[in-house]
């Protein structure tokens, strides 16, 4: 996050500078944070949904949608995989 920037805001701003995207946050999904040994991060996850743009992908190598059931299907990171889990449950 930058000065003076919320989380929301940030998410606003990271979405459209790394996917073209604008959205619109609906609520808070889960907070996780995990040391990786060289980094602490802390991750701060938010439904939300895409109002304008098209996924246009320039920081990352792709993207893919899945269904919410097939999440931890994935290899993914710990931070991700306990966001992952909260969404799932919410779900049900």
């Avoid at 938010?46 to 792709?62: A, L, Q």
Wanted: with cysteine; charged share 30%; proline share 2%.
């Amino acid at each position: 996050m930058e000065v003076n920037e919320t989380p929301q805001d940030c998410l606003v701003r990271e979405l459209k500078e790394e996917l073209n995207i604008n959205v619109s946050i609906s609520k808070f999904c889960n907070e996780v944070t995990h040391d990786y040994g060289n980094m602490n991060i802390n991750l701060i996850a938010y439904y939300c949904t895409i109002v304008d743009g098209k996924i246009r992908v320039s920081v990352h190598d792709k993207y893919k949608w899945v269904k919410i059931n097939d999440l931890l299907k994935y290899d993914l990171l710990p931070t991700d995989v306990l966001i992952d889990k909260k969404v799932k449950e919410e779900s049900l």
